[in-house]
């Protein structure tokens, strides 16, 4: 490993890699207190300046990880760097960790603000449990599958992997908080609202609907495209000045329209195609300029609902034991139950063959 440069001499801004002299570092849940140096790079989630009693300044810092925060203390300098660092800023650290009030706590001996590429988010900040390239290759798999080529083509320039607002697109965070509020939550939604919507339309075609399916899908995976846009994911997860003044709607559909009309979709369905992002949300009191008012919207409004609840449910169900209840949660409006489970996890049920339901069919029939 590199020496590190004095406190007082050091450039600011450094990579990480750079400023660790080495590809990884510990994560804040592998520290440990074995007196060892720990040379690392973290997030601050929180700054408070104090004073000793002896009226010597120093700084008490929270700092993480997608891992968990630790504490961490940093007696000398702290007048300058509290003016350098604040939350939301990444950090190299050097120090020693150690334990106070049965608590493990970073004892700092040289700090510096460090720069973070767009590679290196998911170390900091929580990302999706879903693998990343897994759930870009089923984004890919489903563009492939729209035949409309205008429709497929917009796609392709909002979603692929080859625009800055494909890349954008994949690593995005859904929310601020509430449902799929980490990386790569955008895709992982989109993709989930896509496939849902699939499976309705096929399910209501065969009821005699006649519904667009490249038309809804297309709608899926761009619902929520303005995101990118209405939500900065650059440390932390906050609202932007556009995102705060228009909302992720307005923004989507001034980016799928010029897109749409660059490439010449047809006006009708470019309007569908609008009217359906417009309207997802379902209702005017939650933020949706239209209601649903063709079928397609209706799929998908109803899709997309159901996803930003399944999410968060799935979530507060899965530490839950058979039998227990989850607190109450203010998004959904409600505690969640988890039955008891009749058969052992993971049991295959065992289907019927056909052809034995067709025989006992006719042997009640002939009783």
């Not at 035949?147 to 859904?174: S, W």
């Not at 409004?301 to 949660?329: C, I, Q, S, Y």
Request: hydrophobic residues 40%; contains cysteine; proline residues 6%.
């Amino acid at each position: 490993m590199r020496e590190l440069v004095p406190l007082k001499t050091m450039v600011p801004r450094a990579d990480p890699r750079a400023f660790c002299g080495a590809a990884t570092w510990p994560l804040v849940a592998d520290l440990r207190d074995d007196a060892r140096e720990v040379v690392a790079c973290y997030l601050v989630h929180d700054k408070q300046k104090r004073d000793t009693k002896a009226g010597k300044p120093f700084l008490t810092l929270t700092l993480g990880d997608r891992t968990g925060t630790i504490e961490a203390k940093v007696w000398d300098d702290a007048e300058r760097l509290d003016a350098l660092i604040g939350p939301d800023e990444v950090v190299g650290v050097r120090g020693r960790i150690g334990s106070y009030q049965d608590k493990l706590q970073l004892t700092i001996t040289i700090l510096q603000p460090v720069e973070v590429g767009d590679d290196d988010l998911e170390v900091f900040l929580p990302s999706s449990p879903r693998d990343r390239q897994q759930m870009c290759r089923e984004l890919d798999a489903l563009v492939a599958t729209v035949a409309d080529v205008p429709l497929r083509t917009l796609l392709v320039r909002c979603v692929g992997k080859g625009t800055q607002l494909g890349r954008q697109f994949r690593i995005h965070p859904a929310a601020k908080k509430n449902h799929h509020a980490y990386l790569g939550g955008l895709l992982e939604h989109s993709l989930s609202v896509a496939k849902a919507a699939d499976r309705l339309c096929a399910h209501y075609r065969e009821q005699g609907a006649e519904l667009d399916r490249d038309l809804l899908v297309a709608a899926a995976l761009l619902h929520d495209i303005g995101k990118v846009r209405e939500l900065a994911a650059r440390r932390s997860f906050v609202y932007t000045d556009e995102g705060q003044l228009l909302g992720h709607i307005l923004i989507g559909l001034q980016m799928v329209t010029r897109e749409a009309e660059q490439i010449g979709v047809r006006p009708d369905r470019l309007l569908h195609l609008q009217h359906l992002i417009a309207s997802h949300q379902g209702r005017l009191e939650w933020a949706s300029p239209k209601v649903p008012m063709t079928l397609e919207a209706v799929i998908l409004h109803t899709a997309d609902e159901l996803d930003a609840k399944m999410n968060p449910g799935m979530r507060m169900v899965g530490g839950l034991e058979p039998g227990g209840w989850t607190g109450f949660d203010r998004h959904l409006e409600r505690a969640l139950y988890r039955p008891p489970q009749e058969l052992p996890a993971g049991a295959p049920v065992e289907a019927v063959p056909p052809q034995e339901v067709v025989e006992v069919l006719i042997d009640m029939f002939r009783g």
